[in-house]
């Protein structure tokens, strides 16, 4: 048996290939009524908080960043540009070829898998449309729980809800919102996947100092899991 009872898994950059804004969200700047550099901007600068749920729903979200960018929609165009939004973050996802085998292969293990992710509105409603989905034993997104990684509850709940201990866990991410450290500081075995396409991946507050094991294709959590054995 395997050491570890579950693996949790990063989202974007992990589970998916490199993540970057697609030409749908500057449709959406211009539905809205801003400027898409501008939006861009607003909408870096609020990751975070919009992340935690701070901004309200995704309708008050949007119309909160559009006012931060110099624009007021009506409930109308509100509604459309969330709508084109959740579109456009579902198309801007593609997950990486071995995301599905690598979950397959942990769940025959007898391994629980669950996905713990900052993430804004749009990922509740696009999970459940990704093959993953059925994969996950459970999932844990910031916007859901009202806090962000590192905060070591998201890492907690996600333990909680696979019914592992957190020395129990491994943690597998791209080292995006100091996610590998704080996994760390809770007791998991944290590992960054550092995949070729990762160059340009839009992240916030990596975890720039940590210097713990790599791996470069997700599949690889396998062998990791294989590798560690539980004693006699």
Same mark, same amino acid.
């Given at each position: 048996m395997p050491a570890y009872r579950a693996v949790l898994f990063d989202f974007f950059g992990t589970l998916t290939r490199a993540v970057r804004r697609g030409p749908a969200h500057a449709g959406i700047a211009r539905?809205?009524?801003?400027d898409p550099? %501008? &939006?861009?901007?607003?909408?870096?600068? #609020?990751? $975070? *908080?919009?992340? +935690?749920?701070?901004?309200?729903d995704a309708a008050d979200t949007l119309r909160r960043?559009?006012?931060?960018?110099?624009?007021?929609?009506?409930?109308?165009t509100l509604r459309a540009a969330v709508d084109a939004r959740r579109e456009a973050i579902?198309?801007?996802? %593609? &997950?990486?070829?071995?995301?599905?085998? #690598?979950l $397959? *292969?942990?769940? +025959?293990?007898?391994?629980?898998?669950?996905?713990?992710?900052?993430?804004?509105?749009?990922?509740?409603?696009?999970?459940?449309?990704?093959?993953?989905?059925?994969?996950?034993d459970a999932r844990v997104l910031s916007v859901e729980m009202g806090i962000c990684k590192p905060d070591p509850g998201m890492f907690l709940s996600a333990a909680a809800r696979v019914?592992?201990?957190?020395?129990?866990?491994?943690?597998?991410?791209?080292?995006?919102?100091?996610?590998?450290?704080?996994a760390e500081a809770v007791g998991m075995t944290a590992v960054r996947l550092r995949a070729?396409?990762?160059?340009?991946?839009?992240t916030f507050n990596p975890d720039t100092t940590w210097s713990g094991s790599d791996i470069t294709r997700l599949s690889d959590t396998i062998a990791l899991v294989d590798r560690v054995l539980q004693p006699a």
């Open positions: 539905m809205l009524g801003c550099a %501008t &939006l861009v901007e607003v909408l870096d600068r #609020t990751y $975070h *908080a919009r992340a +935690r749920g701070l901004y309200g960043v559009a006012a931060e960018a110099g624009a007021h929609p009506g409930d109308r579902h198309a801007d996802t %593609t &997950l990486r070829p071995d995301a599905v085998p #690598t $397959h *292969a942990l769940r +025959r293990r007898g391994l629980r898998t669950a996905v713990v992710s900052d993430c804004t509105h749009e990922l509740p409603d696009v999970l459940p449309r990704l093959e993953v989905h059925h994969l996950l019914g592992a201990r957190p020395e129990e866990c491994l943690y597998v991410g791209d080292g995006g919102s100091r996610e590998l450290s704080g070729p396409d990762l160059d340009g991946h839009l």
